[in-house]
């Protein structure tokens, strides 16, 4: 179902080509509205991809009419021509649909660098704007993929009867060339662009934005919601945003499951903390560590390399008072060794680790994944 | 030669039974004076090891009469307990030399979170102060490596005859154990406490700071520079710094060249800069690219993944006129594709990425190593 799960909405997936082989690689996202009314949110990284300058433009307008994604090629570091060719892209779309280009949003994942194949990719608008449908939602989210071995797609139902889908790539933020993440998300609600997109920040600061697998911040990452309107429900905000978090939550899990070359998908689970901000920094410094990343995978549980990560920050703590739990066991227990490290089995694929940093009463939990032989290998020949 | 290469130096190295085996594992280095001028840097991690917080006591005072470093084990996060094994540690140290311990440094390194095995560590202690002698400086060096395959020692002799030695443990920053790294230079010039804090602060700054293999930052890293004054030589300051830059910058290459798990020495050399700063920053963002260096590891030109980790700095630059080169090929030119990547020859060991800001006149240049299988072998299975 994925995106076209909400009324209102068409797609496509096509192979077009831009890509070696059969696969498909080429989505196409109509919206047929009532509504065009649209938010979005884009890669912190100062090296944006053309797609990603084009969308943010686009997405200042508050309307998208469509969204156009291809994998085969991420169209970073293009330069002006580049740019050019994702505006082609957009305008082939425009005119298909005849409407204004202004309103046609644009993503691409794949190699940084290289210029997309543009004969093939128009062809490819022009084939898969004739086979967009209301069941074309696998379709699409299966043309996103890029090292993903499944397509990840959600959807819920919200109160009064309106829908929530989305779709989204990204082998787990590990593995592939920088790990684009794309996501479109799709309701039939008739909610305006303001407040989408406070839905859309609010859903993605505690979901997407903590999914932290190697520090790597792509050119190209982007999330798009798009309200049709057409199942005639107004929803409560608050109710929404629960159910557009719900989506995103549920992508990222996906996400996450699916990192190749991870063996353990692992929750860095900070308690204690004196602000909400001081729990996220330490989660992300903690699942930054790649000693401790390559100690999970051997399943060692070394907690002497979660209290050194812990100490790069400046959140509020006293080092002898940091409390370290694995799956359960408290291993290290003010700042030194705690109960015995042989209690606790790193044999299940989940791990939790528990940071208490006895500062106050603020949480958060950042997920993260083991790094392995696999991952150096996956990354080491992606691009040759 | 290495810390008895300068006169008014004593050293000794043996094995005290802390490591398994019956490796070298308890280092002492005696300072005969008649200075006793000292200066030390030491980790900037919160969760510092319990031989760090006592040797910023003893460094505080200016001046050291002894340093005594073990291996096999860290005495981090090992609580008060730890911190007492520490100061038994350099009281058993000064009654051997009829001194104060607050004049006895103590260097720890291996694994965190349990405590050294005192018994065996104190009566090393007798046999080191038994043992110190004019030719024992190899046999320290010896004795503090961890998964060091050689020992790193330096010596330059400045001008008007006096010496500077030193010698240093780190697999290169990279493999073992949070890769402590422990640092002794002695030198036989006549030089004030003061002026051998700023000598030593300029020289790490640029040298050991420098490297950046994983991005995880020790619980144990320590530096300490000890002056004699033996040789009766006062010399400028100028020189003495230059010098004792010289003496870091050897041991650091010592350290990077031995990198275990590590195929390639990779420097990031950032021109173009708006400040210092700037460049350091880049560079350091750059170096710690996972999917960069596992590109490397790959012999991948990946240009792309060097612009997307400039891309999360704040430095200035803009995007459009961010040129790098590979070995000397400049494979990105103004944001997008420049030469031709199949120039670009990554099959020695040595790799200069060299990044171009276009902001200024600025530079700097992070030493790393790639990223490779062996290096989540050693990690996964070094404390199990």
């Not at 999970?296 to 549980?301: A, L, N, S």
Request: aromatic share 4%; hydrophobic share 45%; glycine share 10%.
């Amino acid at each position: 179902m994925s995106v076209t799960a909400p009324l209102g909405f068409r797609a496509a997936g096509i192979a077009a080509g831009i890509k070696s082989g059969d696969a498909r690689d080429l989505a196409l996202v109509v919206n047929d509205g009532p509504s065009r009314a649209a938010a979005g949110v884009f890669t912190s990284n100062r090296v944006k991809a053309a797609p990603v300058l084009w969308s943010q433009q686009v997405l200042a307008g508050g309307r998208v009419r469509a969204v156009v994604l291809n994998s085969g090629g991420a169209n970073a570091c293009t330069g002006p021509l580049g740019f050019q060719d994702t505006h082609a892209t957009a305008e082939k779309v425009a005119e298909a649909l005849q409407e204004s280009a202004g309103e046609i949003a644009v993503c691409s994942t794949g190699l940084i660098g290289e210029r997309l194949p543009m004969d093939a990719l128009l062809d490819g608008v022009d084939v898969a704007t004739s086979q967009i449908s209301r069941d074309g939602g696998l379709a699409a989210a299966d043309a996103i993929r890029t090292t993903d071995t499944v397509s990840k797609i959600s959807f819920r139902r919200g109160e009064g009867g309106y829908m929530v889908g989305g779709m989204a790539k990204g082998a787990g933020m590990l593995a592939p060339g920088l790990a684009t993440m794309l996501c479109v998300i799709t309701t039939d609600a008739d909610v305006p662009a303001e407040h989408l997109d406070t839905a859309l920040r609010e859903a993605t600061r505690v979901t997407f934005d903590r999914l932290d697998a190697d520090g790597c911040m792509s050119t190209n990452d982007t999330v798009l919601l798009l309200a049709s309107g057409a199942s005639g429900v107004t929803p409560d905000l608050a109710e929404f945003g629960q159910v557009v978090r719900a989506v995103c939550a549920d992508l990222a899990r996906q996400l996450l499951v699916d990192a190749e070359g991870a063996t353990k998908a692992i929750a860095i689970e900070v308690i204690g903390a004196a602000s909400e901000e001081d729990a996220v920094v330490v989660g992300r410094a903690v699942s930054r560590s790649n000693l401790l990343k390559c100690a999970i995978y051997g399943e060692d549980p070394n907690w002497g390399r979660v209290l050194s990560a812990v100490g790069t920050t400046d959140a509020v703590f006293e080092a002898d008072r940091l409390n370290v739990a694995i799956n359960g066991v408290w291993i290290c227990r003010g700042g030194a060794a705690g109960d015995d490290r042989s209690k606790v089995d790193l044999r299940p694929r989940d791990v939790t680790i528990t940071v208490d940093l006895s500062a106050g009463p603020h949480t958060a939990t950042i997920h993260t994944t083991d790094l392995t032989a696999a991952y150096v290998h996956e990354n080491s020949a992606y691009s040759s």
